[in-house]
């Protein structure tokens, strides 16, 4: 009976971001039209703002219940959930639909999560993300925020060429459909969490790898729904600047909120995120910039690579869960023989990006 009632939590849960999806896409969409505000700007500020709302209810919740089980969730959730966001939310969005990479992703919102998933690394390093660390964080969330509003006008205005309107949505209409959207998204989030953490904990699987795996997927869940429609729908700049944007403001607001509540001992930070998991976020975020430099564009081919990744990184939480002694045999395969081929498959790419421009010029 547990189980019937988590399975069908689980199923309700994905129902409910499904049209939570649907809404939140439309209205962000609306939105960008209205306010003549490029896809890629709404993208990496208003829908990744919403779509990190699970997170940072849980990462939150969980900093206030205190003691190390609330510390390790609500950071595993936030290095689990970018990890899972680059991976499977990027990596699935390519496989509905290829996505063309702005150039400013290139320029800037990838270095700048690059350099801000490093610099979250360094000060977690220490075994404890202190206040003063999240103080610097949140400051950091404020730079961003200004920087992308006045950079906004920057950016050509390609909504009018782009979206799909009737020309009569205004702006009542757009907030309705982005709050109802949230509203879904949320409560499906949580109700997804729920079941799938009651399963989890029924078969006995250990609390690091609900935490970074269940929950951060269960929470990320809202950015792949929305980019996966987005990308269904042909709104690339959304799938992608959500997946950027929420990244960034994963560890930016959350981890900086976090941090500034968790009081003067700070948010215990677990040894193998520092030595395993963090590295992993920072790999993945550094292995966007040669994929987006590959003819700007993430074919099919690269999104199935992504969700091969993280199906290999799923593997390696089990076996280390469950001490096996397969565990150092499957790290010695990954780094010998996978982790040189996907990039030999990058630069493959690339090399033949270049040739086509070559040719065409």
């Known amino acids: 009976m547990p189980y019937a009632l988590s399975a069908f939590q689980i199923i309700a849960g994905i129902l409910l971001l499904f049209g939570g999806g649907e809404l939140f896409v439309a209205g962000s969409v609306a939105l ?3 306010l003549g505000i490029p896809q890629i700007v709404i993208g990496l500020t208003v829908v990744s703002l919403g779509t990190s709302a699970p997170e940072l209810f849980v990462s939150l919740l969980s ?37 063309r990479v702005k150039s400013r992703l290139v320029r800037r919102d990838v270095p700048l999560l690059l350099g801000v998933s490093m610099a979250t690394w360094g000060m977690a390093s220490g075994g404890r993300l202190t206040w003063i660390a999240g103080l610097a964080l949140m400051t950091g969330t ?3 925020l200004v920087w992308e509003s006045r950079t906004a006008s920057e950016q050509p205005d390609e909504a009018s060429d782009e979206l799909d309107t009737d ?19 949320v409560l499906g989030s949580q109700v997804l969490v ?32 929305t980019s996966l429609v987005a990308a269904y729908r042909g709104k690339a700049d959304l799938a992608i600047g959500n997946v950027v944007g929420s990244n960034l403001l994963n560890q930016l607001v959350i981890l900086g909120l976090c941090g500034l509540v968790s009081g003067s001992d700070g948010l215990l930070v677990d040894p193998v995120l520092i030595t395993r998991d ?3 976020m920072v790999a993945t975020t550094l292995a966007c910039l040669p994929i987006f430099w590959s003819g700007g564009v993430i074919s099919r081919q690269e999104g199935w690579v992504l969700l091969g990744l993280y199906v290999l990184y799923l593997v390696e939480q089990v076996l280390h869960s469950t001490a096996s002694t397969g565990l150092d045999q499957f790290r010695f395969v990954v780094l010998a023989a996978v ?23």
């Open 32 to 34: 960008a039209l209205l």
């Open 63 to 99: 900093t206030l219940q205190g003691g190390s089980t609330g510390d390790a969730i609500a950071v595993t959730n936030v290095v689990g959930s970018n990890i899972f966001n680059v991976l499977v939310v990027l990596g699935a969005s390519a496989v509905v639909m290829p996505l």
């Open 142 to 144: 404020v730079i961003n």
């Open 167 to 185: 020309g009569r949505s205004t702006a009542p209409v757009a907030a309705a459909k982005l709050a109802a959207g949230l509203g879904l998204l």
């Open 194 to 225: 729920k079941g799938a953490i009651t399963a989890a904990q029924g078969l006995g699987v250990s609390e690091a790898v609900i935490g970074l795996t269940i929950v951060s997927a269960g929470t990320s869940m809202p950015e792949l729904v």
């Open 278 to 280: 963090f590295p992993i």
């Open 339 to 361: 982790v040189p081929l996907v990039l030999v498959f990058v630069a493959w790419n690339a090399l033949a990006w270049r040739q086509r421009q070559l040719k065409s010029h």
